[in-house]
C-alpha cells in the first residue's frame, strides 16, 4: 500500500525529470552525428505536444462553469439571474460550434460581434484606467517619485506625434532614455529572472515545491 | 444612416455596456460580461476541439502513432472530477511542465544572462561622446541593478556600499516609469478604434479624415 | 472642530473622482473624428528602415509576415499591416508567407488584413502559390515557433487549403531553414519578451539565425524590446503612430493616419493632468506645512 | 556536437543547474543560507489579517497569460506557490478565499494548492469548490470576470501574480475603486511597471520566483535561492573584467558568443 502511495505521490515528479531532462540534453545538440539527429528529431516531437496536452482540461473546466453556475440558480445566491444569462450564452455558442466548429459561419458571426466586442472593448476602458491610475500614481514625494514621473512623462510626449513639434527633439531623449537607462535596468532584472527560472526548475525537479503547490 | 446589421446592433451594444463601467458598476456590465463568459467557455471549448482533431486524430490517422501518448495523458485531465483518481490529472500538467522546462531553460541563459553582458560591454573610448557616455551609463545603471538584487546580503543596500543599490534602484525607476508612458498610446488606439466603430458603422455618421 | 472637517481645497482636488477625469478623455477622443487637424507626423529612423529593406528587396527573395494578434489588438496591429502588406505586394518578384501563431483569432485577424488589401482586385499579378502562400494558424505556442524557424516545412506541412507545400516549388525549395527568410515581419507584441510568439521569434530568427528581423509592435511593450534595437531587431512600428508613419512614408492615408490626432490630443492631455496634479500637490503641501505652523502657535 | 552559437549558454547553463542541485543537498548537512526579507510577503500577511479583521474575503488570481507553454508556465508554477502560502494563511487565520483563474490547464494544480492550505491546517470544513472561479476563453473574459466579482464581492486584499496580461491596469484599478490592498508581481517586464503603477505591493521579477521558497522556510529550497546570488556575482564579475578586457584589445564579445 505504500509503494502504491509512494508512486501515486512522485509519478508525475518522475515523468517531470525525465522529460525535462532529456530536452536540456537534446536542446543544444547539432544534427550532424546520428545521436544528435535522434535526440533532435525527439526534441522537435516533444516540444509539440504541450497544446495538445492541455486540450483536454477545457471540458473539464467547462464542467466546473456549469456546475457553479448551476448551483448558484438552483441555491438562488445573490444576483443568481446573471448565471442564467451565462448558461444561456454557453448553450448558444456551444450549438454554434457543430456547425463547423469555431471557424464555421456563426461561430465566426458570433466571435466577430460578441467576442471581438467585448475584448476591444476591454482594452479600450484601459485607456480611462490609465489615465486616472497616472493622474493618482505619481507625486513628488522623494528622488525615486521625481525619476519615476519625469521619464514616463517624456516617454509620453515621445508617444503623442504632436510634441516633436512643440518641443524639437523630444524623440531623441526619449530613444536614449529607452535604449539606454531603461534598457540597462530591464538586464539588470532579467539576469535576475534568468537564474530564477533555473532555480524553480530545480526546486520542482526536487519535489520541494510540488510545482509550487504546497 | 443608423446601421440595420443586428450584429452591428449586439457589438454596439456590448461596447456601450462594458464602456459603462468606467463611470459605475452596474447591470449592463455585469449582463455583458455573464455573456462573455458563457460565450468564452464556449469558444474555447471549439477551440480545444479543434486542436484535439488537428492536432491529435487527424495525425493518428496518418500514420504517426506516437500523437497518442500526449492525445491519451491529456485524457487523464477528466479525473479531475472524480476526486479520488484526481493525482492522475496532474500527470499531463507535468509532462507540459516538463516540455515548457526543457524549451525554455537554455535559450533563457543565452537571452537573460549571456545576452545582458554582451549588450553591456560594448567599446567606449570611440569618437562619438554620446555612444561614450550611453556605454558607461548602461554599465553602471547594470552593474548596480544586478547588485541591487542579491538576496543574500544587504551589502548593497545599506551601509557604507549602500549607494550602488540607489543608483539600481532609480534606474529601475526610470525604466518603470519610461514602460508606464508607453502604455496609454497602446489603448488610446484600441479606444479611438472603438469609437471610430461606433459611430461611423453603427450610427453612420460620416467623419472627416 | 468644525475647521477640521472642512478640508482643504486641495485634498478636494487630488482625491477627485475618476469620472470627471474620465469624460474629459472621452470628449478629446470624439473631438478630432469630426474635426480633424491633421497633426504632422516626424518619420523616426526604425521605420525608415523597414521602408528601405523593403525597397532594397530583390526578385526571388522570400518574406515571412506573421499576423499573430487575438481580435482584441486588431486595432493596434491592423493599419500598420496593411501598409506593409501594400509595400510588400507592389514590389516586384517579392514571394510571402503569411502565418499567425497566436491563437485561434489569429485567423480573423488575417481575414480583415486582406479584406483592407484586396489582393485580387489591387494587385492581379500576384498569384497565390506563386507569389504568396497562407498557412492558417498554426497551434503550439513557441515550441512550434521555434520549430518553424528550424525546419518550416516540417511543422507546417500543409497551407491553410490543404495542399502541401511541395506543390508551390518557389517557396519549398528557396526556404530550407529559417535563416533563408530575406526578412521576417512578427505582428503583435503580445506577451513581451516572454511571449510565446515575440519571444519566439527573437530566440529564433534573431538571436539563432540572425535573419533581418522587424516587428509590427504593441506600443505598451516596445519599451521592454529596446533592449535588442537595432542590433536584433532592425525595426520596430510603433503601433498606430509607425503605421501613420509608414502610410506616409507610401504617400496615402489610413486608419493610422485617422488616429494620429486622438493620440496626439490623449498624450498631451496626460502630461498636462500630471504637471497639474503636482503642482497642487505641492502647494497642498505648503498650506499643510502652513497649517500646522498656525496650529503650533495657537497652542 | 553542439550546434554554433550555443556551446558557452550550455556549459553556464548546466554549472548552474548542477551548482543548485549541489547546493540544495547541502542543506541536508546543515550548512544553510540567509535571506533578506521579501516585502511582498509581509504584505499578504497584512493583507490576510485586514482580510479577517474586516471580515471580508481575499482574492487570488494567477495572471492571465497562463498557457502550458514557455516562460509563462514557469511563472503560473510560482503564482501557484503563493496561492498555496497564501490558503495556508487563510485558512490558519479563517479568511474566505476567493480564487479565479483564466486557462482549465493549470486546474489540477491551482485545485490542489487551494485545498492543501485548508487541510494543512486542519480545517476542511472551510473548502468551498464554488469559490474557485475559472473564466475561460481568454484575457477578456478574465478579466471583465475578476473585475465584476471584485465590485461584487468587494474583497480587503487583491492578490494578482504571475504571468500577467492586461489584468495589471482592470484589477489594479478596480482593486484601487473598492479601496482593498492590491499586492501584484509579475516576471514579465513589460506588465511589472503597470503592476508597480498600481500595487501596494510588488513581487518584482525574479522575487516572484523566489517567493516559493521564502514562504516555504524549508532549507533546501532557501538554498537554491540563495545560490542563485553566485550567478549574480558572476554577471558582475564578468562585467568589470569585460570591460577592461576589452580595453585591453581581447575580442570578449566573439568569445561570449561560441
Redesign the interface.
Known amino acids: 500500500m505504500s509503494i502504491l502511495l509512494y508512486i501515486?505521490?512522485n509519478?508525475?515528479?518522475a515523468?517531470?525529470?525525465?522529460?525535462?531532462i532529456?530536452?536540456?540534453i537534446?536542446?543544444?545538440?547539432?544534427t550532424?552525428?546520428d545521436f544528435?539527429k535522434f535526440m533532435t528529431d525527439w526534441?522537435?516531437?516533444?516540444?509539440?505536444?504541450?497544446?495538445?496536452?492541455?486540450?483536454?482540461?477545457?471540458?473539464?473546466?467547462?464542467?466546473?462553469?456549469v456546475k457553479?453556475n448551476v448551483?448558484?440558480v438552483v441555491k438562488k445566491t445573490?444576483?443568481w439571474y446573471?448565471?442564467i444569462?451565462?448558461?444561456?450564452?454557453?448553450?448558444?455558442?456551444?450549438g454554434?460550434?457543430f456547425m463547423g466548429?469555431?471557424?464555421g459561419p456563426s461561430?465566426?458571426?458570433?466571435?466577430?460581434?460578441?467576442?471581438?466586442?467585448?475584448?476591444?472593448?476591454?482594452?479600450?476602458?484601459?485607456?480611462?484606467?490609465?489615465?486616472?491610475?497616472?493622474?493618482?500614481?505619481?507625486?513628488?514625494k522623494n528622488?525615486?517619485?521625481a525619476?519615476?514621473?519625469?521619464?514616463?512623462?517624456?516617454?509620453?510626449?515621445?508617444?503623442?506625434?504632436?510634441?516633436?513639434?512643440l518641443i524639437p527633439g523630444i524623440?531623441n531623449v526619449?530613444?536614449?532614455?529607452?535604449?539606454?537607462?531603461?534598457?540597462?535596468?530591464?538586464?539588470?532584472?532579467?539576469?535576475?529572472?534568468?537564474?530564477?527560472?533555473?532555480?524553480?526548475?530545480?526546486?520542482?525537479m526536487?519535489g520541494?515545491?510540488?510545482?509550487?503547490?504546497? | 444612416m443608423v446601421s440595420t446589421d443586428p450584429g452591428m446592433w449586439v457589438y454596439a451594444l456590448l461596447v456601450i455596456a462594458i464602456y459603462s463601467f468606467v463611470f459605475k458598476h452596474n447591470p449592463a456590465f455585469r449582463v455583458a460580461q455573464a455573456i462573455a463568459v458563457g460565450g468564452g467557455a464556449g469558444y474555447a471549448l471549439w477551440v480545444s476541439i479543434d486542436y484535439i482533431q488537428r492536432l491529435g486524430i487527424s495525425r493518428v490517422q496518418a500514420g504517426h502513432y506516437i500523437v497518442l501518448i500526449p492525445l491519451l495523458a491529456g485524457l487523464l485531465y477528466l479525473f479531475q472530477i472524480y476526486p479520488r483518481l484526481s493525482w492522475l490529472s496532474r500527470i499531463p500538467v507535468a509532462m507540459a511542465l516538463g516540455i515548457a522546462y526543457g524549451t525554455t531553460l537554455i535559450p533563457g541563459v543565452a537571452a537573460y544572462i549571456i545576452a545582458p553582458i554582451t549588450q553591456t560591454v560594448q567599446p567606449f573610448w570611440t569618437p562619438n561622446p554620446v555612444d561614450n557616455f550611453s556605454v558607461i551609463v548602461n554599465f553602471i545603471l547594470m552593474f548596480c541593478g544586478v547588485a541591487f538584487f542579491i538576496f543574500t546580503s544587504d551589502k548593497f543596500v545599506k551601509g557604507r556600499y549602500g549607494f550602488i543599490g540607489r543608483i539600481g534602484r532609480i534606474g529601475l525607476m526610470i525604466a518603470f516609469g519610461s514602460a508606464c508612458g508607453t502604455l496609454l498610446g497602446a489603448k488610446v488606439t484600441t479606444a479611438i478604434g472603438n469609437i471610430i466603430d461606433l459611430l461611423s458603422k453603427w450610427l453612420g455618421i460620416p467623419l472627416g479624415t | 472642530m468644525s475647521e477640521k472637517k472642512k478640508e482643504r481645497w486641495t485634498k478636494k482636488i487630488l482625491n477627485l473622482d475618476n469620472p470627471p477625469i474620465y469624460a474629459i478623455l472621452l470628449i478629446l477622443l470624439v473631438l478630432p473624428l469630426f474635426f480633424p487637424f491633421n497633426t504632422p507626423v516626424p518619420i523616426t529612423p526604425m521605420v525608415k528602415a523597414l521602408y528601405d529593406k523593403i525597397e532594397s528587396l530583390k526578385p526571388g527573395d522570400v518574406v515571412l509576415l506573421d499576423f499573430s494578434w487575438g481580435y482584441g489588438f486588431k486595432m493596434l496591429h491592423e493599419a500598420g499591416h496593411v501598409a506593409i502588406l501594400k509595400h510588400l505586394l507592389s514590389r516586384p518578384g517579392v514571394k510571402i508567407v503569411m502565418v499567425a501563431f497566436f491563437d485561434a483569432t489569429s485567423e480573423l485577424s488575417w481575414r480583415d488584413v486582406m479584406a483592407q488589401v484586396n489582393i485580387e482586385k489591387n494587385y492581379p499579378d500576384k498569384k497565390y502559390g506563386k507569389d504568396w502562400i497562407w498557412l492558417g494558424y498554426i497551434p503550439g505556442g513557441e515550441p512550434v515557433v521555434l520549430g518553424f524557424a528550424d525546419n518550416p516545412w516540417k511543422v507546417a506541412p500543409k497551407d491553410k487549403y490543404g495542399t502541401p507545400i511541395e506543390q508551390y516549388p518557389d517557396f519549398y525549395e528557396t526556404v530550407k531553414t529559417g535563416a533563408d527568410f530575406a526578412l521576417v515581419i512578427e505582428g503583435g507584441g503580445h506577451g513581451g519578451i516572454n511571449g510565446h510568439v515575440t519571444g519566439g521569434f527573437l530566440k529564433s530568427y534573431g538571436l539563432k539565425y540572425h535573419c533581418w528581423l522587424a516587428y509590427n509592435m504593441d506600443p505598451s511593450v516596445i519599451a521592454e524590446f529596446y533592449p535588442y534595437y537595432p542590433s536584433i531587431i532592425k525595426s520596430m512600428l510603433n503601433g498606430n503612430a509607425g503605421a501613420a508613419e509608414y502610410e506616409r512614408l507610401l504617400n496615402t492615408r489610413g486608419r493610422g493616419s485617422t488616429m494620429v490626432d486622438a493620440l496626439s490630443m490623449s498624450h498631451m492631455y496626460a502630461v498636462v493632468l500630471i504637471i497639474f496634479a503636482n503642482i497642487i500637490y505641492i502647494y497642498d503641501r505648503y498650506l499643510e506645512r502652513k497649517e500646522k505652523a498656525k496650529t503650533a502657535t495657537r497652542r | 556536437m553542439i550546434k554554433t552559437g550555443w556551446l558557452l549558454d550550455t556549459i553556464l547553463f548546466w554549472t548552474i543547474f548542477i551548482v543548485l542541485f549541489i547546493g540544495a543537498f547541502m542543506a541536508k548537512q546543515g550548512k544553510t543560507l540567509k535571506l533578506r526579507e521579501l516585502l511582498a510577503l509581509e504584505g499578504i500577511r497584512e493583507g490576510v489579517g485586514r482580510a479577517v479583521e474586516m471580515n471580508k474575503p481575499v482574492h487570488f488570481s494567477p495572471g492571465a497569460g497562463t498557457l502550458l507553454t514557455g516562460d509563462w508556465a514557469t511563472q503560473t508554477v510560482a503564482a501557484i506557490g503563493i496561492l498555496a502560502y497564501t490558503s495556508r494563511l487563510c485558512a490558519k487565520y479563517g479568511a474566505r478565499l476567493l480564487v479565479s483563474y483564466p486557462y482549465a490547464e493549470w486546474l489540477p494544480l491551482i485545485e490542489e494548492a487551494y485545498r492543501s492550505g485548508f487541510l494543512l491546517e486542519g480545517k476542511p470544513e472551510m473548502i468551498r469548490p464554488a469559490d474557485l472561479q475559472p473564466y475561460l476563453g481568454g484575457y477578456y473574459v478574465f478579466d471583465t470576470g475578476v473585475m465584476r466579482r471584485l465590485m461584487d464581492e468587494r474583497p480587503a486584499t487583491v492578490i494578482n501574480v504571475g504571468p500577467i496580461i492586461w489584468d495589471s491596469i482592470d484589477i489594479g484599478e478596480t482593486a484601487k475603486r473598492i479601496g482593498a490592498i492590491m499586492i501584484g508581481g509579475t516576471a514579465r517586464l513589460l506588465q511589472l511597471p503597470y503592476v508597480v503603477l498600481t500595487s501596494d505591493y510588488v513581487f518584482i521579477g525574479e522575487e516572484l520566483y523566489a517567493a516559493g521558497a521564502f514562504t516555504s522556510g524549508d532549507p533546501m529550497q532557501i538554498n537554491t535561492v540563495a545560490l542563485q546570488d553566485l550567478g549574480k556575482y558572476f554577471v558582475l564579475v564578468m562585467l568589470v573584467l569585460g570591460m577592461i578586457l576589452l580595453a585591453a584589445g581581447v575580442p570578449i564579445i566573439q568569445w561570449l558568443s561560441i
Do not use: C, H
Open positions: 501515486r505521490r509519478i508525475d515528479r515523468i517531470l525529470i525525465f522529460i525535462t532529456f530536452m536540456l537534446a536542446y543544444p545538440l547539432a550532424t552525428t544528435g526534441y522537435t516531437t516533444l516540444a509539440g505536444w504541450s497544446t495538445l496536452l492541455g486540450a483536454w482540461a477545457i471540458i473539464v473546466g467547462v464542467f466546473v462553469i457553479n448551483m448558484n445573490k444576483d446573471y448565471d444569462v451565462t448558461l444561456v450564452a454557453l448553450v448558444i455558442f456551444v454554434a460550434g466548429g469555431y471557424t461561430m465566426r458571426w458570433l466571435s466577430t460581434y460578441v467576442l471581438q466586442a467585448v475584448s476591444t472593448a476591454l482594452l479600450g476602458i484601459e485607456a480611462f484606467l490609465a489615465i486616472s491610475a497616472y493622474y493618482r500614481a505619481y507625486r513628488l528622488i525615486e517619485a525619476v519615476l514621473m519625469i521619464s514616463s512623462l517624456i516617454i509620453l510626449m515621445w508617444m503623442g506625434p504632436i510634441f516633436e513639434y524623440s526619449a530613444v536614449w532614455i529607452l535604449l539606454n537607462p531603461n534598457s540597462a535596468a530591464q538586464r539588470a532584472m532579467f539576469v535576475g529572472i534568468g537564474l530564477g527560472l533555473i532555480a524553480l526548475a530545480v526546486r520542482s526536487l520541494r515545491e510540488r510545482y509550487g503547490g504546497g
